[in-house]
C-alpha cells in the first residue's frame, strides 16, 4: 500500500501533468508549424557584415526561430561558408538557444507573464552583448 | 464555440485551442503545409515524450521527497552563491527542450526557488555538453570556450536582472 506522502506526491504531480500538458503540446505545435513556415534560405539573406546591426538581425532571427539547437550551428556553419561574419552568428545561435518568442505563452503561463517577458529581454540584450564580446576577445587571443 | 464557455477555461487549454485553431486556419490555406507541420510534430512528439516523462518523474520524487523548506534552503532568497553554482550545473547536464522543464520549475518556484535561480537555470540550458564537439567543428575550440565562460557569466547577470526588475517598485 502506498503511503500517505506517495499518494500526495503522486496527486500533486498529476494536477500538473494535467495543467502543463495542453501548454507543452500547444508548444510543439506553434514550433513545428514555425519550422515550417520560415524559409531555410532566409537567414543568409538578411546578414550585411555590419558591425552592429548583424548581431542585432541575429539576435532578432534567433529569437524568432525554433527547434533543435543543432539547427542553430548547421545554419550558423553554413551562413560562415556564405561569408557571414561570426559577430552575426553568434547573436544568431546564442538567441535561438535563449529567447524563445515562440515558447513565450507558455513561459508566461507557468512561470509568470512578467517573468517569461523580463527574462527573455535581458536574453536577447545579452546575445547582442556576448556576440560583440565573444567576436574581440577571439581576436586578442 | 461560445465566448463565455472559453473565458471559463484555464489559459493553458485556450493556447491549446489557439493553436488548433490556427492549424485549421493553415489546413484552409495550405493544406500541403498543415500536413507537413503535423507529421513534424508527431516526430518531434515522439522525441520529446522519453523527456517528459523524466521531468514527470523528477517531479514525483521532488513532492515526495524534497520538502518546501529543503528548496527554500539551497534554491531560495538565501541560497547565495551556491544556489547560483547548483543552477548553473543543473542548467548544463538538464536535457532536453527548454519548455519541457518548465512545469518542474514552476513547481519548484511554489515551494520557493528564487526567479534569479530559474532565470539562470534557464539560461545554462544553452549550454549543451553532449552538442559542444558539433560547435567545436563548425566555429572551433578556442570559440566555443569563449562562448560558455561568457554564457555562465551572463547566465548570473541575466537572473539578478530578472529578479531586480521583478522586485523594482516605481
Known amino acids: 500500500m502506498p503511503s500517505t506522502k506517495a499518494k500526495e506526491a503522486a496527486r500533486k504531480t498529476w494536477n500538473a501533468i494535467k495543467n502543463s500538458l495542453p501548454i507543452l503540446l500547444g508548444v510543439l505545435l506553434f514550433i513545428t508549424l514555425i519550422i515550417e513556415i520560415i524559409p531555410k534560405d532566409l537567414y543568409g539573406k538578411v546578414f550585411t557584415n555590419h558591425g552592429f546591426l548583424d548581431p542585432l538581425l541575429g539576435a532578432i532571427f534567433g529569437s524568432i526561430a525554433a527547434g533543435n539547437p543543432l539547427n542553430s550551428y548547421v545554419i550558423g556553419g553554413e551562413l560562415m561558408n556564405q561569408g557571414v561574419g561570426l559577430i552575426g552568428i553568434t547573436a544568431f545561435i546564442l538567441s535561438w538557444v535563449t529567447v524563445g518568442l515562440v515558447q513565450l505563452p507558455a513561459e508566461s503561463l507557468m512561470l509568470g507573464r512578467k517573468f517569461a517577458i523580463s527574462r527573455n529581454a535581458f536574453s536577447f540584450i545579452s546575445a547582442i552583448i556576448i556576440a560583440i564580446l565573444t567576436s574581440y576577445t577571439l581576436t586578442i587571443l | ?170
Open chain 2, 1 to 170: 464555440m461560445n465566448i463565455k464557455i472559453f473565458s471559463k477555461i484555464n489559459g493553458g487549454l485556450k493556447f491549446l485551442i489557439l493553436i488548433i485553431f490556427l492549424y485549421l486556419v493553415c489546413a484552409i490555406l495550405n493544406f500541403d503545409l498543415f500536413i507537413v507541420a503535423l507529421s513534424r510534430f508527431v516526430e518531434l512528439l515522439k522525441e520529446v515524450v522519453p523527456i517528459i516523462l523524466i521531468v514527470f518523474i523528477i517531479m514525483f520524487f521532488s513532492n515526495l521527497l524534497l520538502e518546501t523548506k529543503k528548496i527554500t534552503k539551497y534554491l531560495g532568497h538565501n541560497s547565495g552563491i551556491s544556489g547560483f553554482f547548483l543552477s548553473i550545473v543543473f542548467g548544463i547536464l538538464s536535457a532536453g527542450p527548454i519548455y519541457m522543464w518548465y512545469p518542474l520549475l514552476a513547481d519548484f518556484k511554489e515551494k520557493g526557488m528564487k526567479n534569479s535561480l530559474i532565470a539562470t537555470f534557464l539560461y545554462n540550458r544553452a549550454i549543451k555538453i553532449q552538442l559542444l564537439p558539433l560547435m567545436i567543428y563548425y566555429f572551433s575550440l578556442k570559440f566555443t570556450i569563449i562562448l560558455s565562460i561568457y554564457m555562465v557569466i551572463f547566465s548570473v547577470i541575466n537572473g539578478i536582472l530578472v529578479e531586480k526588475s521583478l522586485t523594482y517598485k516605481k
